[in-house]
């Protein structure tokens, strides 16, 4: 295996990432001119948990919050007491209301909510007509689109209720995460579209001379329409379409009304990522669609970001290390030359090696005086010592209570805490790399790092942890100095 | 070999990068493949390293042996458009459909027509044949919607053959389920180790199961290197910190004495290493829930450098080892 000395690769700028603006979560948490947070960004981002979050830690801040879940992961769910919500906001149990604050959590029921519309500015006749119609039943239990037009409209009646000073929003699963802002849009086009007056057509200008020429073409229209559709889809459509057009209009309003308040000084986007080049990529889609729908980005937040509380020694460094481990075991074993396997480079920059703890085989380190040696006669002393291994060894076996450990099992795991080190310090780069380019790209963006979690969420507990996180930025690690 | 390969998964899971890794798998050895993205993200371009993918089939990648890689983004409107075309010469009146906002009306809103259009295309790519009778792709991969849709994207059938229940559409969702519920279909789940990608790829399969749609393999996707064994872990919380320090300093990293280098590496090694222990209990019970599944389960390495078009080919020869095609 190869020996040879390596540079010191350790850049000091790797550790602590280049600055960029810092995203505060409590003072927007805490601000009462905060109304509304909107948390979107790719799938799988961790979007839902970040919603929980920051619901979780307002709420213990005082506020009064609802947060609007959209199919969040069952565990997610239960931590918050909500896995069978219907469509109305509950209580969540269990945090610190210390502060005065309440959280309520409700998940997005679409076809609830699109029938709760219907009943509401329908009459009874016609509500039974429409929520019987097959044509509706389809559209409302969730095609394409429908959950983005829905998220926006519990979004509307949350806000005009006005029982909660802060209602924080996880937005849809989409295709794309366009989707929701444009939802508004999409069913304005369609409600002012030509289409609609065609579907209208046979009930509204049927049977009136004047509008014979336009009634021939409308028939033309439909007759395609018809054979494109089916008759009776295109009667279901039709008979939808004369129900709820009174509606619409009420519909329509709200969206608009919607989109308007999501623009508004007392909403905040953050857009949500982890530090991986297509959730990053979407990411910075998400800015600029913001910027051009002039809706307010408070900031970026990046989860899973990984940290290492060793960051100083380099990926190189740690397997070369681990080589020398691995390799200097057969060596012994021969009886060879293990003297060569140290590496005489001192490890860092600034700071000279402290004395080697090998040259004094003390039973317990806490004794050992941290004194400072000459770093020449440290390594010195440190390949000598190493050279007569096995002596050194036979002594402290008789003295260390820990010596039960077999040397070879300690240097194996040693070499594998380097590799280890080695894959964290490879992923540390690949995540500064992919983030560097996005700051690049978007200086103006304000960002909070949430640190990595080896394992999944699933109770308070654990979304207090997260808040703590998105608070802090910093991936809160020990630090070898 | 099902000749149509639909690749699904939560959110974040990597269903793109299988989805082309599968179809550069597929298309070895001569076979001529097509890979077909949905959702309009131009994930395959990206992945591949080629501009945005226009409606159009288009060689992207030649695989190894000589095979092809087509690939295809298929855009619901321009669907539409060519089927009105092809079934029914509807001409002039498909433009004045257009202009009226009926397209947009059927591709975005109308329930279940995007779905129906989108399966369709695929579908139609599988069973094509040139003129000496053969089909013109061995193999269509499909990017498909994630696991939490893709069982209502492909059982569109249901909705839309209830909802239309004569005429051209309902005839085009029959034949296309005809296609999706055969052997001739194969619906792959695309995972990570993790808790809620497990559970919905669990869900999934329950789903896909219950519309008696065609269930493959289950993929695990950026798999970790295994670092350290299950004996190395155990260690982990015993061995003493002094000797991890000597081991340090025997490999070159300074000295071991209290506050020497190598000494200030151990608690922050060990407390890396009991993060990896935690993460390798979960992985090993997902693994177990994921086998309780009864479905083929693969797994492709996570690529320390990152996804590229040479990760792409890795990925692809992997998935030939492990006799996924």
């Keep these: 295996m190869s020996r040879r000395p390596e540079p010191a690769t350790h850049d000091p700028a790797r550790h602590h990432l280049s600055p960029t603006r810092t995203l505060d979560i409590d003072p927007l948490l805490e601000d009462p001119a905060t109304r509304i947070v909107v948390c979107c960004g790719a799938g799988g981002v961790g979007k839902t948990t970040t919603a929980a979050a920051l619901g979780l830690r307002a709420a213990e801040r005082g506020r009064k919050v609802v947060v609007l879940t959209i199919d ?167 008979t939808f379409v004369a129900a709820m057009d009174s509606m619409f209009g009420g519909f329509r309003t709200r969206a608009d009304a919607t989109y308007k308040l999501l623009q508004a000084p007392g909403t905040a986007f953050l857009v949500v990522a982890a530090p991986e080049r297509d959730a990053l990529r979407e990411a910075a889609y998400f800015v600029e669609r913001l910027a051009a729908e002039n809706m307010p980005l408070a900031g970026l937040v990046l989860n899973r970001v990984h940290g290492s509380g060793a960051d100083r020694l380099s990926a190189e460094r740690a397997l070369a290390a681990a080589e020398n481990l691995e390799d200097s075991r057969i060596v012994d074993q021969e009886g060879g030359k293990a003297g060569l396997r140290n590496s005489p480079e001192t490890y860092g920059s600034s700071e000279p090696p402290a004395p080697s703890g090998a040259s004094a085989p003390s039973v317990t380190p806490a004794h050992d005086v941290p004194g400072e040696g000459s770093p020449a006669t440290a390594d010195a002393t440190e390949t000598a010592v190493n050279g007569t291994e096995t002596a050194a060894d036979g002594t402290e076996t008789a003295v260390d209570p820990d010596a039960a450990t077999p040397e070879g099992a300690v240097d194996r795991l040693t070499a594998g805490l380097l590799r280890l080190h080695a894959e964290r310090m490879q992923l540390l780069s690949r995540e500064q790399r992919t983030r560097d380019r996005f700051t690049a790209l978007h200086p103006e963006v304000a960002v909070t790092e949430v640190a990595a979690l080896p394992g999944d969420v699933h109770d308070l507990t654990g979304l207090r942890d997260i808040g703590d996180r998105l608070a802090t930025d910093r991936p809160e690690l020990p630090e070898t100095t | 070999m099902s000749r149509l390969q639909v690749v699904s998964g939560k959110g974040g899971t990597g269903k793109t990068t299988v989805a082309a890794a599968l179809a550069l798998a597929l298309a070895t050895e001569g076979k001529r493949t097509l890979l077909v993205e949905v959702e309009g993200r131009q994930g395959i371009a990206q992945l591949f390293e080629t501009e945005a ?25 321009q669907a539409l458009l060519d089927y009105l075309q092809m079934f029914y010469k509807l001409g002039s009146a498909g433009r004045a459909l257009k202009k009226l906002g009926a397209i947009d009306f059927a591709t975005t809103i109308a329930p279940g027509v995007r779905d129906v259009l989108l399966t369709g295309k695929a579908c139609e790519a599988v069973r094509r044949k040139d003129r000496d009778g053969r089909f013109v792709y061995d193999y269509v991969v499909m990017d498909a919607p994630p696991t939490g849709r893709i069982t209502r994207f492909l059982n569109v059938n249901d909705e839309v053959a209830g909802l239309a229940k004569i005429g051209p559409i309902h005839n085009q969702a029959q034949a296309v389920m005809r296609v999706l519920k055969s052997p001739e279909t194969a619906v792959h789940l695309v995972t990570l180790l993790e808790e809620m990608p497990v559970q919905e790829t669990a869900d999934g399969i329950a789903e896909l199961r219950a519309a008696r749609l065609p269930v493959g393999r289950v993929i695990v996707n950026m798999v970790r290197p295994q670092v350290l064994d299950a004996p190395a872990l155990e260690l982990v919380a015993s061995v003493p910190r002094s000797s991890v320090a000597r081991a340090l300093s025997a490999a070159g990293l300074g000295g071991a004495r209290r506050g020497g280098h190598a000494e200030r590496l151990v608690e922050p090694l060990l407390a890396q290493a009991e993060e990896y222990a935690e993460r390798y209990a979960l992985e090993t019970e997902q693994r177990a829930v994921l086998a309780d599944l009864g479905v083929p389960l693969h797994e492709l390495p996570l690529l320390a450098e990152g996804m590229d078009l040479a990760g792409l080919y890795a990925l692809a020869r992997q998935l030939r080892e492990q006799d996924v095609t």
Excluded at chain 1, 97 to 110: I, K, P, R, W
Excluded at chain 1, 170 to 185: G, Q, V, Y
Excluded at chain 1, 194 to 216: D, E
């Design chain 2, 53 to 77: 993918l226009p409606y159009e089939e288009r060689k992207i990648a030649v695989a190894p042996g000589g095979g092809e890689v087509y690939a295809l983004a298929i855009d619901a409107e």
């Design chain 1, 72 to 238: 969040p992961a069952r565990r997610l769910a239960q931590s918050m007491g909500i896995d069978s919500l219907d469509n109305t906001p509950r209580r969540v149990k269990g945090i610190d209301d210390t502060a005065g604050g309440e959280l309520h959590a409700m998940m997005l029921d679409m076809k609830r909510t699109f029938d709760e519309i219907v009943e509401g500015h329908a009459d009874p006749e016609r509500a039974t007509a429409i929520l019987g119609n097959p044509f509706y039943q389809s559209l409302s239990a969730g095609f394409a689109g429908t959950q983005e037009y829905m998220a926006m409209e519990k979004l509307g009646q949350l806000r005009s209720r006005d029982e909660w000073d802060l209602i924080v929003v996880d937005t849809p699963p989409s295709r794309s995460a366009l989707d929701f802002l444009d939802a508004p849009k999409r069913l304005g086009s369609f409600l002012d579209g030509k289409l609609i007056r065609v579907l209208l057509a046979p009930a509204k200008v049927g049977g009136r001379a004047g509008m014979k020429f336009l009634n021939v073409g409308m028939s033309m229209m439909t007759g395609a329409l018809g054979k494109v559709l089916g008759g009776q889809l295109l009667k279901d459509v039709q």
